[in-house]
């Protein structure tokens, strides 16, 4: 019997700690290796939910009640991410518009984009809220409970500011780019895109001026997304202790 509970509690570690995993998932860069960043994003979550596991994981019910609210956040990551990878298909932020009807599609991404950054992040910043009532709905003793709140939030302390950082940056950045695609619009007509550099070639001065400042807010958004990225990546590596080590396979 003993033996049993060893292995369940085993597995409820296990879940917890992969879907823990996700947290920092979704973050994007227009930069190069952005692959490369994204998966350096997903182990610094690792490191921010050890703490949270591993006293979950006393207890196959607390274990339980934390893997929905990651299930949770991991689809909403998950849709992000998938509008991360359109914006780089369409060639969003290289204004890639060949016709009017491009700038409509191009602002329906992006708004998904928004909304779907705007669903994780409630979900991360409230994510001491939506685990107690996970805890509280699985009947979890009020001792435990609590202990399993403290260990969370001890584990947020520095993670936590770092991984709203770049929700932040994806707002500021999908706003950015939606003010360049109403100048492009309110201005059609007065503009062309040399095919060859990609550039977008106006025939007023004015209007290039104004044009340049809006895709400038755009770049410097990026720029901050990548740099948000980076703050993660530093965390990581000063806290080699809690890499995340990997799990036996059960049986």
């Not at 570690?13 to 997903?42: N, P, S």
């Not at 939606?178 to 895109?193: A, P, Q, Y």
């Not at 550099?197 to 001026?209: C, D, E, H, K, Q």
Request: glycine residues 6%; positive net charge; aromatic residues 6%.
């Amino acid at each position: 019997m003993a033996q049993a509970r060893s292995n369940r509690r085993g597995r409820g570690v296990t879940a917890a700690a992969l879907a823990i995993a996700i947290l920092g998932f979704g973050g994007w860069a227009i930069h190069r290796h952005g692959e490369a960043r994204v998966q350096r994003e997903k182990q610094a979550a690792e490191e921010r939910a050890k703490i949270a596991a591993q006293k979950a994981g006393e207890d196959d019910v607390a274990a339980r009640a934390i893997s929905n609210y990651l299930a949770r956040v991991h689809a909403q990551l998950r849709d992000h991410n998938s509008m991360l990878r359109l914006l780089q298909q369409e060639k969003v932020f290289s204004w890639n518009i060949q016709k009017r009807g491009d700038i409509d599609l191009h602002r329906r991404i992006l708004r998904e984009f928004l909304a779907t950054n705007a669903r994780a992040t409630e979900s991360i910043r409230y994510g001491a809220d939506l685990i107690r009532a996970e805890l509280d709905t699985a009947k979890v003793p009020a001792g435990e409970r609590d202990s399993v709140l403290a260990l969370y939030a001890k584990s947020q302390a520095e993670l936590l500011p770092l991984q709203m950082h770049v929700r932040h940056c994806d707002e500021v950045l999908g706003e950015s780019a939606l003010s360049v695609l109403d100048f492009l619009d309110l201005n059609w007509g007065t503009w062309t895109r040399d095919e060859a550099s990609g550039r977008i070639v106006f025939n007023s001065t004015v209007l290039l001026a104004a044009f340049h400042d809006y895709a400038e807010k755009t770049k410097a958004a990026a720029a901050a997304q990548q740099a948000a990225q980076d703050e993660l990546v530093a965390y990581q590596r000063r806290h080699p202790e809690l890499q995340p080590a990997a799990h036996p396979a059960q049986p």
